[in-house]
């Protein structure tokens, strides 16, 4: 009896189709342990998929990856979000590469792809002390959603929050010692910490969680129109209509909730916080995003180093 010869193996393609296409894509998600990134990445790699496929079967390689990035610039992207989407599609065409259905030699093509240039530093949005203040009194605190709102934006300026790290929170995050902290509050990255809670946010909280009748699982909820509590927790498009929606009431311009978070750094470098301290609140690994997020400016007027303690008197 003749054996069968054992099938050789397909070679690495060039073009892509659909399924090759998406089952890579699987592949890059699971790798990716945030949630954050996995949506972003899924979105940036939707947006390559379906370009590429609207083009006449183009092989997957260098130039079409630049034709990419030309397209998207003719867009006018923010050089970050140009630089996300090009990482994003690297990082399919690493993942084809070692599944064997891309050549090694496109996927290094690919990957000298340089990204857009990003001139300066994007540092966002900061609300004053006066302008915080207003937000935090705008929700009307005699009804219930009033209450939730105003427990919501003093989690985001007061802990300084990300909107989805606010959107997970519990009453077991809730802990006190001697203070109230959100403790092994899992954030971006996969990277757990913990924080303090001012007093009041915690009396905004408890005004919220009292009126709802909520004593465990998520602290936020869903509110009807009616005034009830619906849902077992709350998204993080919620959050961010709701951040979008009392600063339209204040007349503070387009503010998002990651200035929220901004504003709470600001805030305690000018009451004299350590740079240290506010990287542990914020959760950076790095200290230079710190910086970013506080936006200082070197003064040349009063500067730091005038009166130091050791100037010479040369008369």
Request: with cysteine; proline share 3%.
């Amino acid at each position: 009896m003749k054996r069968s010869k054992p099938k050789p193996k397909s070679a690495p393609k060039r073009v892509l189709r659909l399924p090759d296409l998406d089952h890579t894509k699987m592949s890059v998600l699971n790798t990716l342990g945030s949630p954050q990134s996995q949506r972003a990445y899924d979105i940036a790699i939707n947006d390559f998929i379906a370009w590429y496929c609207s083009e006449p079967r183009i092989a997957f390689n260098k130039t079409v990856v630049l034709r990419y990035r030309i397209q998207l610039e003719a867009k006018h992207l923010a050089p970050a979000t140009i630089n996300l989407r090009l990482a994003a599609v690297r990082r399919l065409a690493y993942e084809a590469a070692d599944v064997g259905l891309l050549s090694t030699d496109l996927a290094a093509g690919i990957r000298r792809v340089k990204g857009a240039k990003r001139l300066g530093v994007r540092l966002g949005n900061w609300l004053s002390a006066d302008q915080a203040k207003t937000m935090l009194q705008c929700p009307n605190r005699e009804v219930l959603i009033g209450k939730r709102d105003r427990a919501i934006l003093a989690v985001l300026l007061g802990c300084g929050l990300r909107r989805s790290e606010a959107a997970q929170l519990t009453f077991e995050h809730l802990r006190r010692d001697d203070y109230w902290a959100i403790v092994d509050l899992f954030g971006k990255g996969g990277h757990i910490r913990s924080v303090p809670v001012p007093d009041w946010v915690k009396l905004a909280i408890d005004r919220w969680t009292a009126a709802a009748k909520i004593e465990s699982g998520c602290l936020f909820r869903c509110v009807s129109k009616y005034g009830t509590v619906w849902g077992d927790s709350i998204t993080e498009k919620v959050i961010w209509h709701i951040v979008r929606r009392y600063a339209r009431q204040c007349e503070l311009g387009k503010i998002a909730p990651h200035d929220l978070r901004r504003t709470c750094a600001r805030r305690c470098h000018d009451a004299g916080g350590e740079l240290e301290q506010i990287q542990f609140l914020l959760g950076h690994l790095s200290v230079q995003t710190t910086e970013q997020y506080l936006g200082c400016k070197q003064r040349f007027r009063s500067a730091v180093n005038h009166h130091i303690g050791i100037e010479l008197n040369d008369d």
